[in-house]
């Protein structure tokens, strides 16, 4: 891929005649990132392709034999893939839906004259940017039923979160939205103060409500940006791992990718895992495709 | 009418101001109850109603570096005063300090750790961060044949999830030795974070103007010494956020180091949430250590903080 790219030359190149040429130069700097990358992200992935159609078990010395598509249709045909997928989509829409309400509502509220603003955005900034795994270890302390904070603060006795089967999806995606909604405030902050004022001023001559003005000139215009804080958030939510994975063990709790990290580090169904991996491979894919086209689109505004 | 607008609007903008202050509280709960419980004594770690003030104190840190285990008998007034002040701290929480048979003091695993996050964070941001730059140049400023399709594939691979390209990887490691090794998670990083710092700088490359550098061809530079004398310095600003970005990403990390690493070369993320075993564990320990982990993060937030946006949305959103 790397050579057929680099073909044409800069015919207006000046610095040709004196040094490296351009076209060196443009190719010294180009492929070894492109080489790089399909050595350790791509010729992995191959790998991978061959093994998931063999029943290769990486925890024993037995040679791997081809077995065509048995795991693919053995996978699609799983109920209990299928539920792993089901709380996948569970937690991605409760945690996207969660942030988009908080981030969207807080951004609202910062979009005025506030004093100490810059200030405060960082201080909400500062959760995202923080380590997933290690933060969401302390949680557990937080939801702890006898001594954590929350039930003491909000009055539940010793309710039981992390360990209830039908509570710790979303206490995951409570944390989740902790973590995240700074994310979508974020972006919408940069939406909300792209708004030309001139449009409020316009719509308050016409003695349009707020309700009208909010849906019919902010959403409208805020819609590109926020739209890339969704996608952005439910692919990061579909591929979630460390919060899931540290706060429970709980089967309710089991998303799909918890579930490929069992397959093939806990099982060691390696050929197997292999073909779920390129399952969902597939969907990330195809989120990451509609995803640039957004950043792109917003980029040329 | 136009007064009744304005003072409504007054009272709502109050409104908004409590709410955020509020909010803002319950977001950075979570930390200062961290940073709080990392002072604390043990005994004052799980207490109903929970414990908010308190005497600080620095045992925590002390049990986090080093190795203990329980006393079996109060410690004589001789030991105790032979000891030094922090291992008095120790005592005073019911256990010892673990001392080889030289009398050496015995570490905990957690410095090592947090060494390894050093070593690893570092090495793969300076790689990522120095090959992002230069191809970020190349596609910025030449003709590249299909170049969005090239910077879609670069961008994809960051997409991947951690878990897929770790299978294919961890047997690869495998096969060359690279499990459990600082170079086998410098490789991963690097990889992962490229991609994000083409994407990023080449935001930051395309605001330098091109007439810099077409000046400095002119005046004879040749187009290498162009982009080292002219272009890196405009890019310093960019330069810089991109690595705290890649620094962050990395530091943080943690599906990839759970599964290539376990002892030598492990990080601090899976190190950490290892401490809880089975039993009660001792939150003031996990929240020193977390607290240490999280320290540089927060200082990079607030210096990188008018970078975050661009940052976050791959250099698309400028402002």
């Known amino acids: 891929m790397a050579t057929a790219v680099m073909t044409t030359l800069d015919p207006n190149s000046r610095s040709a005649a004196r040094g490296m040429s351009d076209l060196t130069i443009r190719n010294l700097f180009i492929i070894p990132t492109i080489v790089f990358l399909i050595v350790f992200n791509i010729f992995p992935l191959i790998y991978s392709l061959g093994y998931s159609f063999t029943d290769f078990r990486a925890s024993s010395p037995a040679a791997a034999n081809f077995v065509g598509l048995q795991n693919y249709r053995e996978l699609l045909n799983d109920p209990f893939i299928w539920s792993n997928f089901a709380i996948t989509a569970k937690y991605v829409i409760v945690s996207v839906v969660g942030q988009v309400i908080v981030g969207f509502g807080v951004a609202l509220l910062l979009n005025r004259d506030i004093p100490l603003k810059g200030l405060l955005t960082t201080l909400l900034l500062l959760p995202m ?3 997933m795994a290690v933060v969401g270890l302390f949680w557990k302390l937080l939801y702890d039923p006898s001594f954590g904070i929350i039930n003491y603060t909000l009055g539940l006795g010793s309710f039981e979160w992390l360990s209830n089967p039908d509570m710790a999806l979303y206490a995951v995606a409570i944390t989740d939205i902790w973590m995240w909604s700074p994310f979508v405030m974020l972006l919408s902050l940069a939406g909300l103060s792209a708004v030309p004022k001139h449009l409020y001023e316009a719509a308050a001559i016409d003695r349009a ?34 919060l899931a994975y540290i706060l429970t063990s709980q089967p309710t709790t089991e998303v799909i990718s918890i579930r490929l990290y069992k397959m093939a580090f806990q099982e060691w169904q390696t050929g197997r895992s292999c073909a779920l991996a390129y399952i969902v491979l597939i969907m990330i894919l195809a989120i990451t495709n509609i995803y640039v086209k957004y950043l792109n689109k917003v980029k040329e505004r | 009418m136009a007064a009744v607008t304005t003072s409504t609007e007054r009272s709502l903008n109050k409104l908004a101001i409590v709410l955020v202050l509020i909010i803002t509280m319950i977001f950075l709960a979570p930390i200062y109850w961290i940073a709080s419980t990392a002072f604390k004594p043990r005994n004052l770690a799980t207490t109903i109603p929970p414990t908010v003030i308190f005497q600080p104190e620095i045992s925590p840190f002390v049990k986090l570096f080093t190795k203990r285990s329980q006393l079996r008998t109060a410690p004589t007034p001789e030991q105790y005063a032979a000891a030094p002040w922090w291992e008095r701290l120790v005592f005073d929480g019911g256990e010892k300090v673990v001392r080889s048979g030289r009398g050496e003091v015995q570490w905990s695993g957690y410095p090592s750790r947090f060494m390894n996050s050093l070593i690893v964070a570092i090495t793969s941001t300076v790689l990522a961060v120095g090959m992002g730059t230069f191809t970020a140049y190349g596609f910025s400023r030449f003709k590249v044949k299909g170049e969005a399709d090239l910077l879609f594939f670069i961008l994809s691979t960051r997409m991947l999830p951690p878990v897929v390209v770790a299978i294919p990887m961890f047997l690869m490691y495998r096969a060359v030795g690279l499990n459990d090794t ?100 001792d939150w003031t320990v996990i929240a020193a250590g977390t607290f240490l982990f999280l320290l540089p993060v927060a200082i990079f937030t607030f210096l990188l903080r008018n970078h975050l946006l661009r940052g976050m949305s791959f250099g698309a959103i400028r402002k």
């Open chain 1, 209 to 242: 409500g707020s309700f009208y003005t909010f849906f019919r000139i902010t959403l409208p215009l805020v819609a590109p940006i926020l739209m890339i804080a969704v996608i952005f958030r439910t692919m990061e939510a579909f591929k979630t791992f460390d």
């Open chain 1, 129 to 131: 940017m923080l380590s």
């Open chain 2, 182 to 281: 600082h170079w086998g998670l410098i490789i991963l990083y690097t990889a992962f974070n490229l991609s994000f710092s083409v994407w990023l700088m080449k935001g930051f490359m395309d605001e330098i103007p091109k007439e810099y550098e077409e000046a400095a061809l002119v005046d004879g530079y040749t187009r290498m010494e162009a982009f080292f004398k002219i272009v890196l310095p405009e890019a310093a600003t960019g330069i810089a956020a991109t690595a705290v970005f890649c620094f962050i990403t990395a530091w943080n990390e943690y599906a990839f180091a759970l599964i290539m690493t376990n002892r030598r070369a492990q990080t601090a993320p899976p190190f950490i949430p290892s401490q809880v075993g089975s039993g009660l564990p």
